[in-house]
């Protein structure tokens, strides 16, 4: 019959023969996953600190997303009587609906630093660098849905922290730009309203790169995801180019990204080639903006009306230009 050896103290024994594991004084169950943690936060903040063990501060986190969504409830439900409430106290619509933005934008900020800090928590139980997920497709979707997703769970913060806040800004516009539109008519004429008219302005030129930006965050997601040396940190991937230089030569390392920039060349050429032989849809556009213009200048706004009007401008001038 075999013996079997069982040890009872694993890091001691490999102490006593000099050897250290990477997660030494770490249980190995302590180690928490960064991409859990960070996704449990954005769908329920404070979930993912108490993932990573910091109860207390989850508990806090949740107790300011309990107190935001029973604040929205109210305003949902009795946003008359609450209306009714601030005049009696000299505030007008304009000036609780500046207030409700200001509180929107600042829980949206909330909501992404809440689920960064979870990553950082997480991060930190670790003894060994993250290395993102297994799945290449989950990226993908992710990054899709919300950009700077997919980077965190690649195990890029850095990347996912700057398209976390385009993110951030894009939800903003998306929800602002409807709601201002419905609720302008009932916005009295004040200081409040021309703020509310910047906003508006702003989250309107912002809006139409919010798709752009999460097909940019997908793609980058699916390509870190599909090429695991992409994970590395910046100063690893430079020397890892330059071994790879030394190793195979000039013309065979750079070859792949020679192979990419006439590709991307040969696109550009394509699109430009047909620009003046395709029909120009600048009379299209132009008539839906001067219907666009008309209808906000009818409900008192000036800032976005003269701004299309400058565009329409430009573009009719440019349009006469290349007929003569």
């Known amino acids: 019959m075999e013996k079997a050896w069982v040890i009872q103290d694993a890091d001691r024994h490999f102490y006593r023969l000099g050897i250290r594991r990477a997660t030494e004084g770490l249980p190995f169950a302590d180690q928490k996953n960064p991409a859990t943690a960070y996704t449990l936060s954005l769908f329920f903040c404070g979930a993912g600190q108490s993932y990573s063990g910091r109860r207390m501060k989850g508990v806090l986190f949740q107790v300011f997303m309990l107190l935001f969504l029973m604040g929205t409830a109210v305003l949902l439900l009795f946003g008359e009587s609450l209306l009714a409430l601030l005049h009696s106290y000299g505030v007008g619509p304009a000036e609780a609906f500046l207030a409700a933005e200001i509180l929107l934008f600042c829980a949206l900020v909330f909501w992404s630093y809440n689920a960064a800090d979870a990553y950082d928590a997480a991060v930190k139980t670790r003894r060994v660098p993250f290395q993102g997920v297994r799945s290449r497709a989950l990226p993908l979707i ?14 890029q913060p850095r990347k996912g922290a700057l398209l976390s806040i385009l993110a951030v ?8 730009v409807p709601a201002v539109l419905f609720l302008w008519p009932e916005l009295e004429p004040s200081r409040a309203r021309a703020i509310l008219e910047s906003i508006f302005a702003a989250t309107v ?8 930006i999460a097909l940019l965050s997908s793609y980058d997601a699916l390509k870190v995801s599909m090429d695991d040396v992409k994970k590395e940190s910046l100063l690893d991937r430079v020397m890892l180019t330059v071994s790879r230089i030394r190793i195979e030569g000039w013309m065979r390392s750079l070859l792949p990204t020679t192979r990419s920039a006439l590709a991307l060349a040969l696109l550009l050429g394509l699109v430009l080639f047909f620009k003046d032989r395709a029909p120009d849809p600048a009379r299209y556009y132009n008539a839906q903006l001067i219907g666009a213009r008309t209808w906000l200048e009818e409900r008192g706004m000036t800032i976005v009306p003269g701004f299309i009007g400058k565009m329409v401008s430009g573009t009719t001038a440019g349009h006469e230009e290349r007929e003569t």
């Not at 800004?169 to 602002?176: D, K, Q, R, V």
């Open 142 to 155: 992710c990054s899709l849905l919300v950009p700077g997703w997919g980077q965190y769970l690649n195990g």
């Open 169 to 176: 800004l894009g939800i903003f516009s998306l929800l602002t």
């Open 205 to 212: 030129l912002y809006a139409p790169f919010v798709p752009v």
